[in-house]
């Protein structure tokens, strides 16, 4: 399932994970940021590369957080502030600091207010790059509470009928609680492709596949097959999930919008009012399962619905069905065993990087 | 945007508001609804009639909710209770009520504990048909707060690389107010299409577009055409939003799970985990926006973004950019000005019931 997009089996070098988690953290450290963020940081990352979410781990996105860092667009000592709270909610600034190790305060606050009232839900603003949604979403499923992680921002998609982007690729991550079976965990953008997979596949020299983008008029591009530069600061035209308005395109632009209002106008970020390039902002929120009934119930009906789901016939040439959450937690299983599968050229990223650092290389 | 589902203009007979309402509360009120209670369910079909959610209106739904009463299977007099609640949650029980009158008595609950403690989170078992989500989404809106409202039950939709359906449709509304903007009102099903669409499409000659159901093995049907019977109990086989696992199913088939969790899982409804064809379950939540912040900022802002998403650059071949509750808002000022159209087979249903049950009949 995850498959098109991680690094063909020929050409990787698997890397232990406890090995990357390491230097991972000490490349953190090295950017001024504390042992218990670093720590945090690494564990979101590791995360991403242990469930084979691979757009959201090291290989794609911790060289740009160092270079977030070195440039002074991220603060390595954010003080976390509460603007407004309710005993259920809380509006967040994020000082400045990285996404990775922001909405795991914001997600505690929230744990915290749901364990005393039944929910809690928090707005975050002034917060950098969220890392994989669903690590946020899955703290509280790990506390037998519903999770919610969004984040919104930037200028990626294009609304239905649209020729021009104005929101971001504003993914949704939602996980439940199991008992026996791996936990419900979704964590996708609401474009028809995270805007990651695009500059991964076109790395790995694959060509764009049909309804993920649109053409300059804004016509759907139901063709495929070109190679884009989607480097920073270029125009991006991201088609909703559904691609075309017959698919259905206008819901995953109006859960696009969504996502802006919940991230970012809830938290009154900076630039949401006038779908600014550079806004940013996340939103997390719990539920108690106990708050509702029993929870030992609930995770034995959760188990019973997850089963079912994966015990569906197959259609023809598929010998599974999956639900969200059941290839990472398989694709984990494995990678803690025979290791996190990299790129060459990342390894040599991170030999260089531990050089100009003067930290001990032991990736390889 | 809407007006593939219209009736169209030629045979259309155009019936005034008001005259719609009181019949449909006297007809519910032969069914031994109470006078407010049917004043409550004729408010929320006539919201889906003046918005243009034909699917949703007395054409489409009013019917079998009044066999639903004559066959004993709704109750025309529910005791709503409360099994459980906390400051900012509840699980209730619906009594086997219609949920055009159910869901508006959670969503009230969910508004009073979102102005005691910022949040109120409601998810309701037993209960019949919601109608249109967005009405009760809307209320919480009135009242400057973010409402939501799902509702799950059924096997409609296939999973992604399924050959069999295992969820409903699984519709999420959403909404949130603006200032001077039409209001922001999402509410869709997590299938390509609702099924109603397809029995609508179907009533009027239309066979299905592409990507909105699946072949018999499971496979998507890209090519459409087909004219489906979707009567009661045959077995319907839609694709999620997306339609295909290239252009994102996963996405619509995982937010339709996430749909169960909250209606069916969190309110412990009967049949949830085990997926069965006759489960049924809603959920309503509000969040204060005065909880997180400044009301009249907020709605500023959210004009802003309105406004700003409305006046996208449109695509070749498009005179507009819409968003999520504008084009009901504006078919909402047509047709409280002109009348709801109704198809001259609906007209004569209305005569025939309103002598069956001695109502005075006088829609045309």
């Excluded at 703290?139 to 020729?163: L, N, R, S």
């Excluded at 802006?260 to 779908?275: H, K």
Aim: hydrophobic share 40%.
């Amino acid at each position: 399932m995850l498959k098109h997009f991680q690094v063909p089996d020929d050409i990787a070098i698997r890397v232990n994970v406890d090995t990357l988690r390491s230097v991972t953290e000490r490349i953190f450290m090295k950017c001024g940021v504390s042992e218990s963020e670093a720590y945090l940081g690494a564990d979101v990352l590791m995360f991403a590369d242990q469930s084979g979410i691979d757009t959201h781990g090291v290989s794609n996105m911790l060289r740009s957080y160092v270079s977030g860092y070195n440039s002074g667009t991220l603060n390595p000592d954010p003080r976390l502030q509460v603007i407004k709270e309710t005993p259920s909610t809380a509006t967040i600034d994020g000082d400045g600091g990285l996404g990775l190790m922001i909405a795991p305060k914001a997600m505690d606050i929230a744990i915290a207010k749901a364990k005393e009232v039944g929910t809690g839900v928090v707005a975050v603003r002034n917060s950098g790059h969220l890392g994989a949604a669903g690590y946020h979403a899955m703290m509280a499923a790990d506390q037998d509470m519903i999770g919610w992680c969004m984040t919104a921002g930037g200028k990626a998609m294009v609304p239905t009928f649209g020729a021009e982007p104005q929101l971001g690729t504003n993914p949704i991550a939602f996980a439940a609680p199991g008992n026996n079976e791996p936990s419900f965990m979704f964590d996708a953008a609401m474009t028809s492709i995270a805007g990651n997979k695009i500059g991964l596949a076109n790395r790995m020299g694959k060509g764009m596949s049909p309804g993920w983008v649109a053409n300059e008029d804004g016509t759907p591009d139901m063709d495929g097959g070109a190679v884009a530069d989607f480097a920073a600061n270029s125009v991006r035209m991201q088609l909703p999930t559904g691609s075309t308005r017959e698919l259905g395109s206008h819901k995953g632009y109006s859960l696009g919008v969504m996502v802006d209002i919940l991230c970012g106008q809830l938290s009154f970020a900076p630039g949401f009012g006038t779908l600014s390039r550079t806004r940013r902002a996340h939103f997390v929120a719990a539920y108690s399962v106990e708050a509702f009934g029993d929870v030992s119930e609930f995770k034995e009906n959760m188990d019973g619905m997850l089963k079912g789901l994966a015990a569906t016939k197959p259609m023809a040439g598929h010998e599974r069905v999956y639900y969200a959450g059941l290839p990472e937690h398989e694709v984990r299983i494995e990678r803690m065993k025979n290791g996190v599968p990299l790129h060459p050229e990342v390894i040599d990223w991170f030999r260089d990087i531990c050089g100009e650092f003067e930290i001990n290389f032991d990736l390889v």
